[in-house]
Nanobody, 115 residues
Framework: QVQVVESGGGLVQQGGSLRLSCLVS????????MDWFRQAPGKERELVAF???????RYADSVKGRFTISKDNAKNTVYLQMNSLKPEDTAVYSC?????????WGQGTQVTVSS
């Protein structure tokens, strides 16, 4: 059974940084495309960044230059380093481990950026 668990969220001031972690258990990280999504109250879920099994990355325009996605296959963990945070980055951030047939989701972690 694949499980995905996010951690690292919290309250931070505008301009600050946070690093989110996403631990995948029950499967090898190298088997999945890993995505970070976020959803703010009253808004649709947004794809923030992804990293493929080969390490290719892509970012939403709203976070380019500020966020960095990375992974450590040995630790089965994906990271989202978030710098220069803005109040509009406030959301629940969720991690997804995706195969061709299924997405495994975590429970999400709250990120709140105060102005």
């Amino acid at each position: 059974q694949v499980q995905v668990v996010e951690s690292g969220g919290g309250l931070v001031q505008q301009g600050g940084s946070l690093r989110l972690s996403c631990l995948v258990s029950g499967g090898s990280l190298s088997s999945y495309m890993m995505d970070w999504f976020r959803q703010a109250p009253g808004k649709e879920r947004e794809l923030v960044a992804f990293i493929t099994d080969s390490g290719r990355t892509r970012y939403a325009d709203s976070v380019k230059g500020r966020f960095t996605i990375s992974k450590d296959n040995a630790k089965n963990t994906v990271y989202l380093q978030m710098n220069s945070l803005k109040p509009e980055d406030t959301a629940v951030y969720s991690c997804s481990a995706a195969t061709q047939f299924h997405n495994y989701w975590g429970q999400g972690t709250q990120v709140t950026v105060s102005s």
